[in-house]
């Protein structure tokens, strides 16, 4: 028998592929009441099953009316450099390491300068100050995200 996360996952991919845009926008409580479940669940499903290295992106939106939206992102385009920098990311990555990847995608004109020096302020260590210990980790997910939007 299925677990509940994998029917889960099922049901917003098939969502997902009727979907014109390839982009689902949903409420993750409507969604918890349709399988019974709590909201922590439908989280558990989207941060386990619908990551960047997987081909989506996941917007939530907080909030009495929140939502979140997936988007299914053609990564054949630029397969071979998002790999390349999602292993160089990987789980964790250092602020320096982080700028030498942007800095070399600035000078390869594969991103804007204004872009890259948007990104060095997300992730600078000042800005995840209250992340402590997993400050790297953080820095990855969010590097990772945005690299994704950009290049895709």
């Not at 991919?13 to 399988?35: C, G, T, V």
């Not at 997936?70 to 390349?84: A, C, F, G, P, T």
């Not at 030498?100 to 872009?115: P, T, Y």
Request: charged share 25%; net charge negative.
């Amino acid at each position: 028998m299925a677990r509940l996360s994998d029917i889960i996952e099922e049901f917003i991919k098939s969502m997902l592929d009727s979907a014109e845009e390839r982009e689902l926008q949903i409420q993750r409580n409507e969604l918890a009441n349709y399988f019974s479940c709590a909201p922590s669940q439908i989280n558990y499903v989207l941060t386990t099953r619908f990551t960047t290295d997987k081909g989506y992106y996941v917007e939530s939106k907080r909030g009495g009316g929140g939502y979140i939206v997936i988007k299914y992102i053609d990564i054949d385009r630029n397969e071979y450099l998002v790999n390349n920098i999602n292993h160089k990311i990987a789980d964790s990555i250092t602020f320096h390491s982080a700028l030498q990847i942007i800095d070399n995608l600035v000078e390869r004109n594969i991103i804007l300068e204004k872009e890259g020096n948007l990104i060095k302020v997300a992730i600078n260590d000042r800005t995840l100050y209250l992340c402590g210990e997993m400050k790297n980790k953080v820095r990855a997910d969010i590097l990772k995200n945005m690299m994704i939007v950009l290049l895709l």
